[in-house]
């Protein structure tokens, strides 16, 4: 009887005890499947600045994806979800969208080519035409591209405009002739000597 009391003494504590820790986790679970918090707003914020924020109110922070985008510097968030504002459980993550800043493109070279070859190829790369300037040259033909900024090879933000110093073709000297006809030909002579020709007559 004594070895079976003892026994009886150690067994129920020990079932108390397992069933008693077993209602708490159970307990715990629901709990913790049922609260829920209200998602803040990270966009524009660091995933490190972020992942903080979230931190402080149980909600792992999860990386959907990185993209491109012009509007957002890089590394900062661009979108999330859950939207800022909804609720959702306590540790269920937040998933966000990485900016990887203005995607950049290669300058391509165009110097020595016409106004109208590079047309379609500013689209193709993704640049766009920008300040044309014109100026008188023999080095190149009329409407050769002679200089460009940004110079060719360089990497560029898309959409950046590239200027262009186009050539007019070398500039020619002409001179309109005057209607001489029945006027005194000392008075001719003088005029034609005040631009530079020598009249002869005989």
Not at 70 to 84: L, N
Request: charged share 25%; proline share 7%; glycine share 8%.
């Amino acid at each position: 009887m004594t070895n079976d009391r003892i026994f009886k003494g150690i067994l129920y504590p020990l079932l108390f005890l397992n069933v008693f820790f077993l209602c708490a986790l159970v307990a715990s679970r629901v709990f913790l499947r049922g609260e829920t918090v209200v998602a803040p707003d990270v966009t524009g914020k660091t995933y490190a600045v972020a992942g903080e924020e979230l931190g402080r109110k149980r909600i792992p922070l999860a990386l959907r994806a990185r993209q491109f985008d012009a509007r957002w510097p890089k590394g900062t968030i661009i979108s999330q979800s859950p939207a800022a504002g909804e609720r959702l459980k306590v540790g269920r993550p937040l998933r966000v969208v990485l900016s990887l800043g203005s995607e950049e493109v290669i300058v391509p070279r165009l110097v020595n080519r016409s106004l109208e070859a590079v047309t379609p190829l500013f689209r193709e790369v993704g640049l766009v035409k920008g300040r044309v300037s014109f100026i008188h040259t023999s080095q190149y033909p009329a409407g050769r591209i002679m200089a460009q900024d940004p110079p060719a090879k360089t990497p560029a933000q898309r959409d950046t405009p590239v200027d262009m110093l186009v050539s007019q073709g070398e500039l020619e000297d002409k001179f309109v002739m005057p209607d001489l006809l029945g006027r005194p030909a000392e008075a001719v002579r003088r005029q034609l000597a005040a631009q530079g020709f020598n009249l002869t007559y005989g």
